[in-house]
């Protein structure tokens, strides 16, 4: 029997607070694409700690790494969120009020964003493509690395039963940026504890 996918319901309001709270710790202006790359290293400490992500959005594997798609569509509809940011140029997205709607979050969504606003924020202040780079190291995207050598066209679909997957530390991208990867190994059963508690989640979603 073929394992389900796991799916979260995602909320739209909660998608938006995420944004502006990542934005709000890298100071208030950043990189569209490096943005998008922080919520994903949130998702993955939140789905390898507390077994669902912050955003609870969609993941796919792009040439430039995994993207969340929910989130991408509100950085690509500018003209709807008109209140929220401001689009500067050069790629670039500007908060707009740092009056962020923290309700959205547990104290647990706000220690995943911390915490991946302390271990790669500044890797993609200085490059988005450092740490665009940086997400091809782990197992999730690195699962399709030879599919986007063949061709960068097209997506993937990402299942969050690879986050739980731990990256090589010995892995070329970590070696070529001279990164250590800050997230704790899990052990087999962990990962299936914290897997079966996500399928649970699944099921009840459905």
Do not use: C
């Amino acid at each position: 029997m073929d394992r389900i996918k796991i799916k979260f319901r995602y909320n739209a309001e909660k998608g938006l607070a995420m944004l502006e709270y990542l934005l709000g710790l890298v100071g208030g202006k950043y990189n569209q694409m490096a943005l998008l790359k922080l919520a994903f290293f949130a998702d993955r400490y939140h789905v390898r700690n507390y077994s669902r992500p912050v955003s609870m959005d969609e993941y796919y594997a792009l040439k430039l790494g995994p993207i969340p798609s929910n989130l991408k569509d509100i950085l690509d509809l500018q003209n709807y969120y008109p209140e929220d940011f401001f689009f500067p140029g050069d790629y670039k997205i500007e908060l707009k009020s740092a009056d962020i709607d923290t309700s959205q979050f547990s104290k647990s969504d706000i220690e995943a964003m911390k915490f991946s606003f302390e271990h790669f924020a500044a890797l993609g202040a200085r490059d988005e493509f450092f740490l665009a780079n940086l997400t091809h190291a782990y197992p999730e995207w690195d699962k399709y690395s030879l599919r986007f050598e063949t061709s960068k066209l097209g997506r993937e679909d990402m299942d969050y039963a690879d986050f739980l997957l731990n990256a090589d530390v010995n892995h070329p991208d970590f070696r070529k940026l001279a990164f250590v990867d800050p997230f704790r190994p899990l052990s087999e059963s962990e990962q299936e504890e914290i897997l079966s508690e996500m399928q649970e989640r699944t099921l009840a979603f459905a």
